[in-house]
């Protein structure tokens, strides 16, 4: 008679991904959902990088729930991006 080889119990594939892929998955979610405001030394060079890349200004008080007004960037004197009073410079999505 053949010796019997323990037999491993294997985890169900749903259960597995029931319990682990929450605990990935709300971390990545919530860090998404975050928006910085332009503060920083990221947003000091803001400016300066829209000369590269595509910005908009949007209105201060928008908010997920309210409507975005989006104006075109205005450039000063010395090749930096502005915005209208209001407004804030922010890369284009």
Same mark, same amino acid.
């Given at each position: 008679?053949?010796?019997?080889?323990?037999?491993?119990?294997?985890?169900?594939?749903?259960?597995?991904?029931?319990?682990?892929?929450?605990?990935?998955? @709300? /971390? &990545?979610?919530?860090?998404?959902? %975050?928006?910085?405001?332009?503060?920083?030394? #990221? =947003?000091?060079? @803001? /400016? &300066?990088?829209?000369?590269?890349? %595509?910005?908009?200004?949007?209105?201060?008080? #928008? =908010?997920?729930?309210?409507?975005?007004?989006?104006?075109?960037?205005?450039?000063?004197?010395?090749?930096?991006?502005?915005?209208?009073?209001?407004?804030?410079?922010?890369?284009?999505?």
């Amino acid at each position: 008679m053949p010796a019997l080889l323990p037999v491993r119990r294997r985890v169900p594939v749903l259960a597995w991904v029931t319990r682990v892929l929450p605990l990935v998955a @709300l /971390p &990545l979610l919530a860090g998404g959902c %975050a928006e910085g405001t332009g503060s920083g030394a #990221a =947003g000091e060079r @803001l /400016p &300066l990088a829209c000369a590269m890349m %595509a910005c908009e200004c949007v209105n201060a008080d #928008a =908010g997920p729930f309210t409507l975005e007004r989006v104006k075109p960037v205005q450039w000063n004197a010395q090749g930096e991006a502005t915005c209208p009073a209001g407004h804030l410079l922010r890369r284009k999505r």
